[in-house]
């Protein structure tokens, strides 16, 4: 398999092509790098493009998206301003590429869920559907966006001493309030992922997000 870690554009990522349409935008935790989600995007599709970025955020030397003030407790201004920055960068890679735009799939986990979460509240025109590992509500928006293009799948864990499943609950409703169609499993486990919600998730990217396949509502093929 053939890996170019590359600066341009913007952020420092991994780029690892595909042999669909479908990209899947890697989003690493709290103290991870753009190495870390590649082995679980290869299970989640081993046929789509890996876009995997590097949080700019340096928390006691661990990489993060955005900064926070405390845990679960987030510098909004900075939240913000990395978020326009990722999805620009999404944008410049897509173009960079030649990545199919209405094809990108974010895939977070934990700090990359929230601003996976973020993005598709302040910039919903970039994703197509994202896989949400241990996600939170990263802000209430003035003004919800429209999502109806969207599907959301989220992975809780019952047991996650950082993000309890009321958190997950109130993402959901937030989301499905902005017309996103949203799946949320929540699993007998605590704040790290599982090998069976890895599985859960690859079969709902699988069998509803085929690349090149329609969906009910039309024009969501991912
Ligand atoms: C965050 O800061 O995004 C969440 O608290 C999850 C984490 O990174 O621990």
């Known amino acids: 398999m053939l890996t170019f870690p ?18 899947l935008l890697l989003l ?5 790098s753009e ?23 340096l928390e006691n ?14 510098d909004l201004d900075d939240l913000k301003k990395r978020t326009h920055e990722l999805a620009d960068f999404v944008v410049g890679s897509t173009r960079h590429y030649k990545l199919a735009a209405n094809r990108i799939v974010a895939v977070g986990y934990s700090n990359g869920a929230n601003i996976a979460a973020s993005m598709l509240l302040l910039r919903p025109e970039i994703l197509r559907a994202a896989i949400l590992f241990r996600a939170m509500v990263p802000f209430a928006p003035d003004k919800l966006p429209h999502l109806s293009l969207v599907r959301v799948w989220i992975g809780a864990g019952n047991e996650d001493p950082i993000i309890p499943p009321s958190e997950a609950q109130r993402l959901v409703q937030l989301l499905r309030s902005a017309g996103a169609d949203v799946t949320i499993r929540f699993l007998n486990a605590a704040h790290g992922l599982t090998n ?3 599985e859960i998730a690859r079969e709902w990217l699988g069998t509803k997000w085929r690349p090149g396949e329609s969906s009910n509502r039309n024009q969501k093929a991912t």
Not at 6 to 23: C, K, N, Q, W, Y
Not at 28 to 32: A, E, K, S, Y
Not at 61 to 74: I, Q, S, Y
């Open 28 to 32: 690493h935790g709290t103290g991870g």
């Open 35 to 57: 190495r870390d989600l590649i082995p679980l995007g290869r299970e989640l599709d081993p046929t789509a493009t890996l876009l995997s970025p590097r949080g700019q955020v």
């Open 61 to 74: 030397g661990m990489p993060r998206f955005f900064r926070r003030l405390a845990e679960g407790v987030f």
């Open 6 to 23: 590359v600066l341009a554009p913007d952020l420092i990522h991994e780029f690892i092509p595909g042999s669909s349409e479908r990209t």
């Open 196 to 198: 069976s919600e890895i």
